[in-house]
C-alpha cells in the first residue's frame, strides 16, 4: 500500500489515487453512531438513567477496540439500560440525535449514481429505522431492544431480542450484512464502500472496494484507504466523483 498521504487539510488517502468514480460503485455501507449521526445512541439513551459515563467508558473502549467481545460489551451496556422509557428514547431522537454535516449530500449524490445504500449498526432498530426512512436507505441491519410495559408506558428491560439472523450486529454480522448485500445486488464487494468510525467497523471494511474512516478512532484510521479528519461526510466526493 502507498503511505498515506494528506491531499488536502484533513482529508488523508492511502492505497489508491483520486480522483475515483462514484460510476465504479454501486453500494455504500455506512456505520450509523458517530459516523452518519453525531451522537453514540446508547450512550445518550443512558444519560436517562443517570448511567451516561459509565455506558460511555464500556462504549469507548469498544471502539478504541480495546475489549475483544462486542457482544459482550453491548449486553453489558444494554443491561445498563433497564427502566429508561420509549418517552426517553423519543426525546433522545429529537432533541439529540442530528446527522452529521454532508450526510444528506453523500447519500444524494451516491444515490444519483445509481448506488443502492446500506445502513449497519451495533445500535438499536428505534433509530436506524427512522435514519433509514428520513435518507432514503435501501437496507438496514441494527439491534432490537426488548420492551416491557412500565408505569409510564413501554421501558426496556435491559435485554435485547433475538432476530431471524442471529442476536446481536456486531464486527462480523455487519461484514455478513455487507457481503450479503452485494451478492443480493450481483455485485463484487470492491464495486463496495465502507464507512466507519470503530474497531467494529473494520471487519466490513476490510472487504470493501473502498475503505473511509470518519473522524476515526487512531487503529481505523491507519487501516482505512480514505480519512476524513475534518469537515463532513461529503467530503468524500474529492474523491470519488
Known amino acids: 500500500m502507498t503511505p498515506a498521504k494528506e ?51 464500556i462504549t469507548e473502549a469498544a471502539m478504541r477496540g480495546e475489549i475483544a467481545d462486542y457482544k459482550e460489551s453491548l449486553r453489558r451496556r444494554v443491561a445498563l439500560l433497564r427502566g429508561v422509557t420509549i418517552a426517553d428514547m423519543e426525546q433522545v431522537y429529537v432533541e439529540r440525535l442530528r446527522l452529521n454535516p454532508g450526510a444528506r449530500e453523500l447519500v444524494a449524490a451516491c444515490k444519483a449514481a445509481g448506488m443502492k445504500v446500506l445502513l449497519v449498526s451495533g445500535g438499536f432498530t428505534f433509530f436506524t429505522d427512522r435514519v433509514r426512512d428520513e435518507l432514503g436507505i435501501d437496507f438496514t441491519r441494527s439491534n432490537v431492544l426488548e420492551v416491557e410495559s412500565g408505569p ?90
Request: with cysteine; charged share 25%; aromatic share 4%.
Open 7 to 57: 491531499i488536502s487539510p484533513g482529508l488523508v488517502v492511502q492505497g489508491i489515487v483520486p480522483p475515483l468514480s462514484l460510476k465504479d460503485f454501486r453500494l455504500i455501507a455506512f456505520d450509523m453512531d458517530s459516523t452518519l449521526i453525531n451522537i453514540e445512541c446508547v450512550d445518550e439513551i443512558a444519560d436517562a438513567v443517570g448511567r451516561k459515563e459509565e455506558v460511555a467508558a
Open 152 to 241: 409510564n408506558c413501554g421501558q426496556l428491560t435491559g435485554r435485547m431480542v433475538d432476530q431471524p439472523w442471529g442476536d446481536i450486529c456486531d464486527g462480523a454480522e455487519k461484514r455478513r450484512m455487507f457481503l450479503e448485500t452485494c451478492a443480493q445486488l450481483g455485485i463484487s464487494p470492491r464495486q463496495a464502500i465502507a464507512m466507519g468510525d470503530g474497531a467494529n467497523d473494520l471487519p466490513m471494511m476490510g472487504e470493501a472496494g473502498l475503505s473511509v474512516a470518519y473522524h476515526a478512532k487512531p487503529k481505523v484510521r491507519e487501516q482505512a484507504m480514505v480519512a476524513i479528519n475534518s469537515g463532513g461526510l461529503d467530503r468524500l466526493l474529492e474523491i470519488v466523483r
